[in-house]
Each structure stands twice: as C-alpha cells, then as structure tokens.
C-alpha cells in the first residue's frame, strides 16, 4: 500500500527529471487544485459573456443573438403582470391616426406633449388619469436616477423613495392602470359579476373605490 511519505518521493524523482531535462532552470511544484480554481475563475471574470440566443413575442415570435441581459430583460417584458407595453407617439404617427380616428388622435397628441409613454387602454381616458400620469412619470424618473447612482454590489431599493403613483403594482387596492379600470368604467359592476366569493368583495370595493375617484 502507498505510504505517506510516497507523494514527497514522488516530487523528488520529478524534480530530478526535470534538473536532467532543463540544466540551470529551478524546478517549480505543480499549483495546488485551489489556486488552479483561482486562475480560472479570475480568467473568467476578465472575459467577455457569450451571446445567446434570444426568443422575444407571444403572438409573433421572433429570435435573435443577443447578450445574457437582454435575453432577461425580454423575458421580463413578456410577462403581462409583471410589465406592460407602452407606446411613446411621434408626431408622424399622431398624423396618420387622425384619417381613420380624430379623437383617438387628440388623445394621442396629449400624451406627446406631455412626453408620457402610455398604454393604449389608458389612452382612453388619459384626460382623467392625466394628473396621476405626470406624478408617475416624475417618480419614476426619481426612481431611476436613484437607482443609478447606487454603488456596485449594492441591489436594496433607495430608502425614502415614493412611488405611490406607480400602476399598476402588487398589492395595490384599486384598479388605476390595471386591465380591469377601463372595462370597469365602460360597465359599472362587470369584474364583480364575474367572480364568486371572497374574491367578489374585493372586486366591488376596489370597483366602487375608482369610480368615485
């Protein structure tokens, strides 16, 4: 069976070898798996992540090559409670509008002279959510700015930071920028008549608190 001393003798016979092989050159012992870990890792750091594949859409799929962090950021954007879709307008588009919808045009034009990105069910009654609209915009930018100027390493949300404004988000109690404040408003009564339950009360409160907003 190998001794204890066998590795030593090991190390002995390689330095020789390598005193015979490289006259003048001082032998070095191998790096220990720790360190040859170290290497690695440390090599790793300094190279650039590889690009993956990236699927973004529902209804229209399309795939492109792209880096890890927009393949997460797609992802996000996908999901349909987590992030909605927005539409910054142009003046071109406010023109091509106006041929088959005037109104919808004015509206539209609203929210480009006021900078809002808005999703289209809110573009139907921007003129009422405009006062929260603006709040929401100044927050978030706030919020961004904030978020920016936190350290490396650092991922907390800014202490102090107000984003009561911000809809729709989890937890909250009326239905201000969800899917469900516009059908509420066209039909007074119309997600509660849909639900059973503990579910059907909540709906009611939270339908009657934004039509009395």
Avoid at 75 to 92: D, P, S, V
Avoid at 170 to 187: I, S, V, Y
Wanted: glycine fraction near 4%; include cysteine; charged fraction near 25%.
């Amino acid at each position: 069976p190998p001794s204890r001393h066998q590795p030593v003798a090991i190390l002995a016979q390689a330095s020789q070898a390598q005193a015979l092989r490289f006259p003048g050159r001082p032998w070095r012992a191998p790096p220990s798996p720790a360190v040859m870990a170290l290497r690695m890792t440390t090599r790793r750091l300094a190279e650039k992540v590889p690009d993956v594949f990236v699927q973004f859409g529902l209804e229209q799929q399309f795939r492109f090559i792209s880096h890890p962090g927009v393949m997460a950021v797609s992802k996000l954007l996908e999901m349909r409670h987590i992030a909605r879709m927005r539409a910054n307008f142009t003046q071109e588009n406010i023109l091509g509008m106006k041929a088959f919808d005037p109104e919808l045009a004015r509206k539209a034009q609203i929210a480009f002279d006021h900078k809002l990105p808005i999703n289209f069910q809110q573009l139907e009654i921007i003129e009422d959510s405009l006062p929260r609209l603006l709040e929401e915009k100044k927050q978030l930018e706030a919020a961004r700015s904030a978020v920016a100027k936190l350290p490396v390493g650092t991922y907390d949300f800014p202490k102090g930071m107000d984003v009561s404004a911000a809809r729709p988000v989890p937890g909250q109690k009326d239905l201000q920028g969800t899917q469900m404040e516009l059908a509420e408003l066209m039909d007074p009564g119309c997600q509660a008549r849909l639900l059973v339950g503990p579910a059907k009360e909540i709906a009611s409160a939270a339908a009657a608190k934004q039509l009395a907003k």
